[in-house]
């Protein structure tokens, strides 16, 4: 008969050990030395808490279940089934929910003999299935009251209406209830000073009341002792639309995603906002930015997550001796403007499902009362990404085309994970909701089918969970079928634009990278498929390297309308004024043909900083350099142009400025370190091979006689941590062990003990056969081996 989580363990087959890791990967990172150590691993507080966070309510009511009937250490299937009829649930689902149990090593054990792991009633309600415990426990003259089942629904029946709904709350469970110290009172008439003189509620403090077990199955009486019970989710309402209606609702919204990120990244770019000193980015610039970008400020702040996250925008140092730092866009950022529309999207989705922040706290106050701010590392929340990636899920687990409301959602998540998703989640998971139709990937509260193939993606080895942005390969990530898919479902990519009179050019769709290049260069962008032409485009065009003929021709090339005659006169005009004054170095100077020019500058009061001197009626000379006169100039109004040694023209475009990414924000695919490593078949092979034979080597020592030496159990490789785990194995199933120790005078020796308690650096121990209670310091214990495997 099994006696141990070891035992147990080890008699697994290897497939079911496979299902057990996969489930509970954190079992086995890093590999235990054997069975006993995987055992204390599984029954630690952290891991029992990890296992019971990934069950559903249903199977977390049949664990109640389980500890409710447990009789010593053990319960049943019998007896479990014997309950929840009374339900009406089948017993087939009921032996399901304990099979899911059994498959994470949460129960063990045959069905007779159906042991629960001692962490369960660590990391679980004291109140199993929210029953209280006995009256007799709790005051004999509420034990006197129980045991008279005619006088106990008698004094039910006259309980006041308030005093019946107190006592249905408390029935619901948990079975123990707070209330004011004046409730408790003896001149008050409270509805639970009522029911505590009648001895219906049993006061356990100055403020905290419990109802006793008896009177919860009374009034159980129609749902069972359990209570009510749920096998099945909530039902919830799923409007039907056309799936290809929700396609072409998150296509549009990719659309905007793409085009806002960018214009979010040219505006850093344009105007670097610095560092706050406490991390992120300040409430201005935020503001700031979401004029710009024309979106609403919670709107910017998803989106500058977004994209540093995708590694498009990073930090550079400044000022070394202060340590300042600006944001800037990153190298990435202009190999990903290259990319089509839907390559450019699979990168921005996937760094939002993939980050560990909660961009929805924005504006919110910390706990120094201070708001929160975009960037600041305040954001970072590592259970964020699989939140997400669980709302989706239940949209993705709908019929295409069908739709849930945020609420529902909500609902669904509560019932599949209870534990992770409490009521304090829900908003969260609404916030990540609204985050998903901003990305693109739900339109109408539905599912996109190019959605269904990322998550798709993510869940698969299609993307790797240590760098899913491709950010640590040369190549990068390349976009698979969700981004394939999205494409076609985008308008085509277009050549060519339209011109009007005002000087306003219309895109008719996407531009191709090359169209959207000349866009940029000649023209403000408005909205999404507007740009303008003015003075300040042309001679940027033309500072750029264009002449007004290659203009001329770009134009004609690329519009399907007549070129206006007044876009024609524009560009004549600036080109004609374009260059008509010349910069160079004396450290620098200026010289134009036109000597009224020259004139006009020299009494310029705005130049006088310059300390401009004429040193002929057609030049002047500075002492700054050319690129501070050049800016100085333009800055006063005028149109000059740099010149090399030789009188040549410099043309050249400004180079962009760059920072550094941050590759912390790549962030893992799941919250849990531990969870986010995908264990391949040949790996979970070796592992399970390597406990085997560890456990082995580790079994034929400890059958070796339990001598002790001054450094330990002879033959036994435990170390000093593996002898207290076997200790706290022993304390929790009341089993005996050998235990190796150094005495006071340095004389080592054993003892066979049942351990009764070990705690403040003691292990107290009882030996059976001389009826001693033995008390050990925990340092000078060298070694513990079970009695069975002695």
Not at 565 to 585: C, E, P
Request: net charge neutral.
């Amino acid at each position: 008969m099994t006696t141990s989580l070891a035992d147990h363990l080890r008699a697994l087959p290897d497939e079911d050990l496979v299902a057990l890791i996969r489930l509970r990967p954190d079992l086995v990172i890093p590999p235990p030395a054997d069975f006993s150590a995987l055992a204390h691993r599984a029954q630690s507080r952290v891991a029992v808490a990890r296992a019971l966070d990934g069950l559903d309510q249903f199977t977390l009511e049949i664990l109640d279940a389980l500890r409710y009937t447990r009789v010593g250490h053990s319960s049943s299937v019998e007896a479990v089934l014997a309950l929840t009829v009374q339900s009406g649930v089948e017993a087939a689902r009921v032996r399901a929910a304990i099979d899911r149990l059994r498959a994470c090593a949460v129960v063990y054990g045959a069905d007779a003999a159906l042991r629960i792991v001692g962490a369960v009633d660590e990391v679980c309600s004291p109140f199993p299935a929210g029953l209280g415990r006995p009256a007799e426990e709790l005051d004999p003259l509420a034990g006197a009251l129980v045991a008279d089942a005619a006088g106990l629904r008698r004094t039910l029946l006259a309980a006041p209406p308030a005093a019946r709904a107190v006592l249905d709350r408390l029935a619901a469970g948990p079975p123990v209830g707070t209330v004011a110290a004046a409730g408790l009172q003896a001149e008050s008439d409270s509805p639970v000073r009522w029911l505590v003189d009648r001895h219906l509620l049993v006061a356990v403090g100055r403020d905290a009341v419990e109802l006793p077990v008896e009177v919860s199955l009374v009034l159980r009486r129609e749902a069972g002792p359990l209570g009510q019970l749920h096998p099945d989710p909530p039902r919830i309402e799923t409007p039907r639309r056309e799936p290809a209606q929700i396609d072409r609702a998150g296509a549009g919204q990719v659309l905007e995603l793409v085009r806002n990120a960018e214009a979010l990244i040219e505006a850093i770019g344009q105007e670097p906002p610095a560092v706050l000193r406490s991390g992120g980015l300040g409430i201005r610039e935020l503001r700031r930015f979401a004029k710009t970008v024309g979106v609403e400020e919670q709107q910017a702040a998803v989106l500058a997550e977004i994209v540093t996250a995708a590694g498009l925008v990073g930090e550079e140092i400044v000022d070394n001796k202060r340590v300042e730092s600006v944001f800037l866009p990153t190298v990435a950022y202009d190999a990903w403007r290259a990319f089509g529309i839907a390559a450019r999207w699979h990168r921005l989705a996937l760094a939002w499902l993939t980050m560990t922040r909660a961009p929805a706290l924005v504006g919110q106050r910390d706990d120094r009362d201070r708001p929160i701010n975009a960037l600041a590392p305040e954001l970072s929340r590592p259970g964020a990404p699989a939140q997400r990636r669980a709302a989706l899920q239940v949209l993705a687990d709908l019929e295409p085309g069908q739709t849930a409301p945020p609420a529902a959602v909500v609902d669904t998540l509560a019932w599949r994970a209870p534990r992770r998703n409490s009521r304090g989640a829900s908003a969260g998971i609404e916030a990540g909701l609204a985050e998903a139709a901003f990305v693109g990937l739900t339109g109408f509260d539905g599912l996109t089918a190019y959605g269904r193939l990322l998550l798709a993606e993510l869940a698969s080895d299609a993307i790797d969970p240590e760098d899913p942005l491709g950010i640590a390969s040369p190549e990068g990530h390349a976009p698979g079928g969700a981004a394939a898919l999205l494409d076609k479902l985008l308008p085509a990519p277009v050549d060519h634009v339209l011109l009007q009179a005002d000087l306003s050019v219309i895109v008719p769709g996407p531009p191709e990278p090359t169209l959207a290049g000349e866009l940029e260069l000649l023209g403000q962008q408005e909205s999404a498929s507007v740009y303008r032409i003015t003075t300040d485009t042309v001679r940027r065009s033309l500072d750029a390297g264009y002449s007004a003929g290659d203009l001329h021709a770009l134009l004609g090339r690329r519009s399907r309308t007549p070129v206006p005659q007044t876009l024609t006169y524009l560009i004549d005009d600036v080109a004609r004024r374009h260059g008509g004054m010349r910069i160079g170095s004396a450290n620098s100077y200026v010289r134009s043909d036109d000597e009224s020019v020259i004139a006009e500058v020299l009494a310029d009061r705005r130049l006088q900083s310059l300390g401009l001197r004429r040193l002929a009626p057609t030049v002047l000379a500075c002492r700054h350099t050319p690129a501070r006169l050049l800016e100085a100039l333009r800055e006063a109004g005028y149109p000059p142009v740099q010149e090399d040694s030789t009188g040549a023209a410099v043309l050249t475009r400004p180079k962009a400025r760059r920072g550094s990414p941050r590759p912390t924000w790549a962030a893992r695919v799941v919250e849990d370190p531990t969870s986010s490593v995908r264990l391949s078949a040949p790996r979970l092979a070796g592992v399970i091979d390597q406990i085997r034979r560890g456990d082995a080597a580790a079994r034929a020592a400890r059958r070796a006689p339990v001598t002790v030496r001054a450094n330990g159990p002879s033959g036994s490789a435990a170390s000093h941590t593996e002898a207290l785990e076997v200790l706290q194995q022993a304390l929790r199933d009341k089993t005996r062990v050998w235990v190796g120790y150094v005495d006071a005078h340095g004389a080592t020796a054993s003892r066979l003990v049942r351990p009764v308690s070990m705690g403040s650096g003691y292990l107290r121990a009882e030996d059976e056969r001389t009826e001693m209670l033995h008390t050990f310091a925990l340092h000078r214990i060298t070694g513990a081996v079970p009695e069975s495997e002695s």
